[in-house]
């Protein structure tokens, strides 16, 4: 069983939703189709996902003290950029 800790909805890009979970993933997810659109992995447990204002770059927290910067409009799903913090866990951001 996966625990999902935060969620956080795209209007720009068109029904999308990502979800955060201790698994060490960020799942992508149609809202429409319910339908897993994409799953983003190389991180630790995720605390925290949000969606920039417009809605190409995903930012998590994780419990590696990292904040990390995702590119979804391509599909490419590789961290932009990490960036990393001398504290116990990124608990939320955005």
């Known amino acids: 069983m996966v625990i999902v800790d935060m969620l956080c909805e795209s209007v720009f890009l068109l029904m999308v939703i990502a979800s955060g979970s201790r698994d060490e993933s960020i799942h992508l997810w149609d809202v429409k189709t319910g339908q897993q659109k994409a799953k983003l992995y190389?991180?630790?447990?995720?605390?925290?996902v949000c969606f920039s204002p417009d809605g190409n770059t995903l930012a998590s927290g994780s419990d590696d003290e990292s904040i990390r910067l995702w590119d979804v409009k391509t599909n490419l799903y590789q961290p932009l950029?990490?960036?990393?913090?001398?504290?116990?866990?990124?608990?939320n951001i955005c």
């Open 81 to 91: 950029i990490q960036i990393y913090f001398n504290i116990l866990l990124v608990s």
């Open 42 to 48: 190389g991180t630790s447990g995720i605390f925290s």
